[in-house]
């Protein structure tokens, strides 16, 4: 074969799991000794090109212990042998926010730029599917190409198409036909046989490329090195040698002509693409929606707004934190235990460090309220009146800065009596600590037939001495500490947008009255009611939910048990399936009853079955089934509805004492659903019935959905990415809980025929414990329109800190930060970025719409996604108007 006769571009590369089936360090360990021979082999061997898998993650692992080779490793990417970038780590793209994957493209852009510049194609190589929104996430970073390999339609039938975005944006995508990013690893196997297999290669790519140009050929795998002598190989082929994006921008233009596909690709008639990953240690996606909530929601924009010197290292770490856990093998679950371990410590170390940044803020804040009083924030970009819980003293009614009444429902009352005991007085004076005893002030104290009494409160009101105290011991046998009267209680509070009030107690005065009457929650028997929803529980322990419009859903929250012997990427039901639905006892206790917060707890007891039984199909019992052996378990339904709000929330709980299972809550629908909504990256994403199959994978409808999903008159708002499916013929809607398996990949799968990595045990994948899912469900009309709205609130409480003022302070006004509104128009972020505040925001319709910006600020312009600036926009008495087109993303810079 000659270059005459065709031309193929070989990309020597490597796909560099961080951390899979062995722990970061050990594979870095391997990574170190890979770059190694990178860059000796391309220092030794000019010609030689290497393409570094998209990820700047590989260069600064390494670099971490090879420092002194960032020059070399520069020198090679200024020369254009060697891409990297343009991603941080490659992803998942379905497991973390819209934001994450922005940031993620910004750091590795920006570490890439700072070696000689980044590969300029959004190469997502082995991610399990992509996201409506990835074409104009790349376009608005400067991005003109993808490439991908899963997830791709049968009906692409090129190695090249257009992928249109919900927004309309179009990006050139090369698709990795015939092997994926692996296609031309055969081609070099057999120096003896280049001609053979180059034939081969050309015949099976021209079936997707077409009868002229260059043809791609992948040559690497999973952590594959160098090969040396690749040149003279590639010679003799009568090929040629490039990086990735050498290949594609020399070689093609942009859409025009190409075949359209439009938003997620999740297809399985291509490749697998792993669908079980989605609900795999769920608690590991639980700790990522907290955890980019608090530094997404909580952290910069509180900062932003409200903070003094910009705290931009912490977040930066934070960031950094959840970029790296964001891996497709990290936050997925897909690895060895000892691998999930490590992403979970990140996740909780990125939560604490965006708790850090947003108590530091809150706590400037509540130094101007008095010590008395409550610091309340508003973390959404619209005014808001909510249901707070504060921790006050005394019995007076609340009131706000204007000296108004606020309706409050006392939950709680803290013990006053904390200790009464006989003992020696001198022991209970080794317990103060400077005016401190038992987490509390000394405010006063006395001796009396016998008795030592100490007063104590949260804040010190009065000078102590101690030694007075020691002089008057004689005759006290007995201590006593009593505490200032202190109450919970629940408080309706309104707060402007991004912004903060407060509340404190006054004494009562009769002029005034009490504080206004609101449409409140009452509880009666087994009802919830608060004029906008109204909830009953049945007997099984469902619920029937009608809504202030009359649409109604009877046997909500049904838990369904059923067998699970698949493994961390595929779901699979035993062959002689068990599941159990019915409980076999219900009890329901009042918790609560208005009129600001009703709630029951819901107790049912079933009886689950141990464990997968035959689940290696063994001569002995060739088909897996369940044990008959159980396990008794309780699950506790917190049944709760606040007064203003039009869903009920949920927290199942339940001890997991069983394995190789699946728990599932099933909704059924007010209507029959044929599609489902579901709140993905920067997009609402609508999907059918089915999912399209084709290459082995049982294609399961199961899908992922980041804060709410809705169907056939019913949403679901979500902490975390939750994995869904409509089942009974869109009848019901199931979210999973908890799928609990043992395997990383098991060789023998009922429902994809390979294995999907090797076959190594994962015990704590069986996520035995104690287990809580927290959700609300929300009955509408018509569109799915008021549900991000819903999903707002619900996924973002209002902050309450305990003022640190003086008592003699008033209550500091109220005070707005910044308004976004605007049909469909949802804030993703806010932080300061040099002397500006960023502020990215997305149109969630299928129309145009504006978005209302107000704050305090005079100047504001476009940015690209890396923050470059763009075009001045106009500003009216701080108040900018923006038109968005349909589901565009915008990225706006705002300044004084």
């Known amino acids: 074969m000659t ?32 770059l190694d021979e990178v860059l000796d082999t391309m220092e030794r061997e000019p010609r030689y090109h290497f393409t570094l898998d998209g990820q700047l993650a590989c260069v600064d692992d390494y670099l971490e212990v090879r420092p002194e080779n960032r020059d070399r490793i520069a020198a090679l990417v200024e020369s254009g042998r060697l891409a990297v970038g343009p991603w941080q780590i490659l992803l998942d793209e379905f497991l973390c926010s ?20 980044g590969m300029a194609v ?60 692996g296609n031309g690893a055969h081609l070099f196997e057999d120096a003896g046989q280049l001609a053979e297999r180059g034939a081969a290669f050309v015949e099976t790519m021209r079936r997707w490329h077409g009868p002229e140009g260059a043809l791609l050929a992948m040559y690497g795998t999973d952590h594959s090195a160098p090969v040396r002598g690749l040149p003279e190989m590639v010679s003799e082929l009568g090929a040629r040698m490039d990086t990735l994006s050498g290949y594609i921008e020399a070689h093609f233009g942009d859409v025009a002509g190409l075949p359209r596909v439009a938003g997620e690709l999740r297809s399985h008639a291509r490749a697998n693409i792993l669908p079980g990953v989605i609900s795999v240690r769920a608690h590991v996606k639980q700790a990522m929606g907290r955890a980019e909530r608090m530094v997404e929601r909580y952290a910069e924009p509180l900062a932003t707004l409200w903070g003094d010197d910009w705290p931009g290292r912490f977040l930066d770490m934070a960031w950094w934190r959840l970029v790296d856990a964001s891996g497709h093998d990290s936050v997925t679950g897909c690895g060895v235990d000892e691998t999930a371990q490590q992403v979970a410590a990140r996740i909780a170390e990125a939560e604490h460090l965006g708790q850090a940044v947003r108590d530091m803020v809150t706590a400037k804040l509540a130094a101007a309220v008095p010590s008395d009083g409550v610091l309340v924030v508003n973390p959404t970009p619209a005014a808001r009146s909510g249901v707070v819980l504060v921790d006050v003293a005394g019995e007076d009614p609340l009131v706000d800065p204007t000296g108004a009444k606020i309706p409050v429902q006392p939950l709680e009352y803290a013990p ?85 009030t407060s509340v404190r107690p006054a004494p009562y005065d009769s002029a005034t009255g009490a504080a ?55 779901y699979a039901p035993p062959a002689d399936d068990r599941f159990v639905s019915e409980p076999e006892s219900v009890h329901v206790s009042k918790v609560c009853s208005g009129p600001l917060v009703a709630a029951f707890d819901v107790w049912r007891t079933y009886r689950w079955p141990g464990a997968g039984d035959g689940i290696e ?68 994403v609508t999907r059918g019935l089915t999912a399209e199959g084709g290459c082995g994978e049982e294609p399961l409808p199961t899908f992922p959905a980041s804060g709410w999903v809705a169907a056939g008159g019913v949403a679901a708002l979500l902490e975390h990415v939750t994995e869904y499916e409509l089942v009974e013929e869109g009848g019901e809607l199931a979210l999973t809980l908890l799928r609990s398996i043992g395997y990383l990949s098991r060789n023998r799968h009922a429902l994809r025929p390979e294995p999907a990595g090797p076959q190594l045990a994962t015990p704590a994948a069986q996520s035995r414990g104690l287990r809580s899912v927290g959700l609300a469900l929300m009955p509408y ?46 804030m993703t972020s806010l932080r300061a970025r040099d002397d500006r505040q960023e502020l990215r925001v997305v149109a969630l319709t299928d129309t145009g719409t504006e978005a209302v910006i107000e704050g305090a600020f005079t100047q504001a312009r476009h940015a690209d996604l890396r923050g470059r600036p763009g075009e001045p926009l106009p500003v009216t008495d701080g108040v900018l108007r923006l038109p968005l087109r349909a589901w565009e993303i915008a990225t706006i810079q705002l300044a004084d």
Request: charged share 20%; net charge negative.
């Open 617 to 684: 199909g063994t001569p002995e019992i060739p088909a897996p089934s369940r044990t008959e052996a159980t396990e008794e378990i309780a699950v506790r339904t917190r049944v709760e509805l606040r007064a203003g709000e039009p869903y009920v929330r949920l927290n199942v709980e339940f001890d997991n004492r069983c394995a190789d299972h699946r728990v599932r809550l099933h909704v059924p629908l007010p209507e029959r659903a044929t599609v489902s909504h579901a709140e993905g990256q920067f997009a609402v």
């Open 781 to 826: 009309s018509g569109t799915w329109a008021a549900v991000p709205s819903a999903a707002e609130t619900f996924r973002h409480d209002m902050l309450t800190v305990a003022g640190t003022g003086s008592p003699s302070l008033p209550l500091p006004a109220a005070a707005s930060g910044l308004s976004v509104s605007g049909d469909g128009v949802v």
């Open 122 to 181: 959004g190469y997502l190589p082995d991610m399990f599917g992509h996201t409506a929104q990835m074409p104009q996430i790349l376009r608005r970073a400067g991005l003109l190409h993808a490439c991908v390999y899963r997830g791709v339609p049968s009906s692409v039938t090129t190695d090249a198409f257009a992928w249109v975005a919900p927004d309309g944006t179009a990006l050139r995508t090369q698709y990795l036909p015939a092997g994926g990013y």
């Open 3 to 34: 270059a005459e006769s065709t031309e193929i571009v070989v990309v020597p590369h490597t796909h560099w799991d961080r951390e899979w089936y062995e722990p970061f360090q050990r594979f870095r360990l391997r990574l170190v000794a890979l």
């Open 516 to 570: 206004p009457a609101v449409a409140g929650v009452r509880a009666e028997e087994r009802v919830l009611d608060n004029g906008l929803l109204r909830v009953e529980v049945a007997r099984d322990g469902t619920l029937t939910l009608t809504g202030a419009d009359g649409v109604t859903l009877t046997g909500a929250g049904r838990i369904v048990d059923g067998g699970d012997v698949g493994d961390s990427y595929n």
């Open 416 to 500: 006053t009596l904390l200790l009464d005991e006989e003992m020696d007085p001198a022991t209970a004076l080794t317990f103060i600590h400077g005016t401190e005893l038992y987490g509390q002030h000394i405010t006063g104290w006395s001796v009396e037939d016998g008795v030592l009494t100490f007063t104590v409160a949260r804040e010190p009101s009065v000078a102590f001495n101690v030694g007075q105290v020691r002089g008057a011991l004689d005759g006290v046998t007995r201590v006593r500490i009593l505490a200032e009267p202190r109450r919970t209680v629940a408080a309706l509070v309104e707060a402007p947008p991004l912004g903060h």
């Open 98 to 117: 819209g934001e994450n994957i922005v940031r993620n493209l910004e750091l590795g852009m920006d570490r890439a730029d700072k070696l000689g510049g």
